[in-house]
């Protein structure tokens, strides 16, 4: 019988993730940390995969009335977010009497699975007990590297809050026992924490349940395929009741720009002395070589944030401690005329406009409207907002630099309502410029920075290569 | 059936493997011209990669000698990589006879 009922929907929130974090033990930074996440390949806090899991498990068997899912099988294809509405929908109840579920969110798919149940009555002996959760502060994740990867293998200690478990899964945890709910939650433990830990990629599970085997203490694994060229590995686990593979991606860190050392060594030291530069957007990617280069140049750089604060102030102090000049201060283009007074004082001779939402992002349509708004808004608003705020501190002659896209030239699917708003940008810099700012635009290509992150190898322009010449323009406004 | 019919077979057959991981809009057609990859392309990184891993699953039960594809393929960058099914189909056959 092939169906499609939808058996859930939620929103998933901070709360929801800690508690899950505290519940599973996989308090990886991907799904708690909201400024940090930020600077990783999917540019936001992403919801356990296993949470969607056991969440979706838990409104089946309510659905189904009872139950013990036996064997799962799945894939977690595209993350799920904080704040977006999750679907879970019962794709096909088999004839065999496996089920099929599709958890979907922002028009992608966040999990497919499929269950094989057990549908005997539950045993009746209580299930043995499970050792309580760890005292003391939790651990911070490993970094497997993945040329360390090969030949792995441990053990990870099982454990289980079972009062949360009842109260956040309480059909599954009734169904399954204490047992078989430690050993499942430590499936996101083994990838979050320990292997490969700190930048895993949870991807695919094939694990079998068996009901009545008695607990253990540790879920043992072994890491069974390396790709070392595509990031991905194949663990096996076994332990208790459960045993079967997982797999799993390695993600790229962070995008590392050129060093203060680096940038000093491509300009002359007082090229840019003329230079008082506001640099928004300046904590990370092409914000971040533009203030290496101004202060590498002789130039005074402001270097503005919005949530990265510690990223603007490492960026200030790499370059203070060569002995440039940099500037944090906290900037919100939603919010520019609170920075009208700060903007006074500084009295910024060229600005630097580099504030960008994620750019590459999965829609749920062919254009979606409200991402289109999203760009605009930081593009064509922020820019307006900001040019106004530094008329209010009564700095009438700007000279601005905007960046704006190669998509415009060769269109990219999936791109379009990025490409929209920095088309209108561009309109808009036409009209500052009408307005007496001098704006320099320029089209930049694809360059390596946190927003252009992936798993495959993908070239990509260097920023110091793409922006020097950008900044030695400034220097007399054509850029 | 030729080498590379048996080939197609298996990848068209990945192609239902990962289409159930996609949205109606950015499900794969069966067809050797399917884009994979590039500025058309409707896969993001990680769902290429899906794809080649259920692409050497399938190859691997269908056809012989098995190939190591995942391994030999994402060692090349994008602009190296097969764009479509088609481009994947000769490699694979390539990568059997090698």
Known sequence: MAERDTIDERIYGPTDQDRFAALSGDRNPIHLDAVGARREMFGAVVVHGLHLLLRALDTLIGTRGGGRPVRLRGQFPHPAFLAVPVTTRLVERAGDGSSRLSVESGGQVCLHATIEWDDAPAPTAPSAAVSEPPAGPPAAPNECAADTLTGREGRVDLWLDARAAARDFPRLHAALGPARMAELLALTRLVGMECPGLRSIFSAFDVELAPDAPPARALRFAVERVIASASFLKLRVAGGGIGGVLDAFLRPPPHTQATYAEVRARVASREFAGQRALIVGGSRGLGEVTAKLVAAGGGHATVTYCAGRTDAERVAAEIAAAGGHCDVLHYDVAAADTAVPALARLRPTHVYYFASPKIFVKRGGPYDPSLYARFAAVYVDGLESLVAACRAAGLPHLRLFVPSSTVLDEPVRNLEEYAEAKAAAEARCALLARRGVVVTLRRLPRIATDQTLTLIRHAAGDALDILTPIVRGMNDGDG | ?98
């Not at chain 2, 990962?18 to 993001?44: C, M, S």
């Not at chain 2, 990680?46 to 190859?59: D, M, P, R």
């Open chain 2, 1 to 98: 059936m030729g080498d590379r019919g048996r080939v197609l077979e298996a990848l068209y057959a990945a192609v239902d493997d990962v289409n159930l991981l996609l949205p109606p809009r950015d499900r794969l057609a069966k067809a050797e011209a399917t884009v994979l990859l590039g500025d058309a392309a409707h896969l993001d990184s990680l769902g290429f990669l899906n794809l080649v891993l259920a692409a050497e699953t399938q190859v691997n039960a269908r056809c012989a000698p098995p190939v190591n594809l995942a391994e030999r393929l994402l060692e090349l960058d994008e602009a190296s990589l097969p764009a479509t099914l088609g481009a994947l189909a000769t490699l694979i056959v390539e990568l059997q006879g090698s």
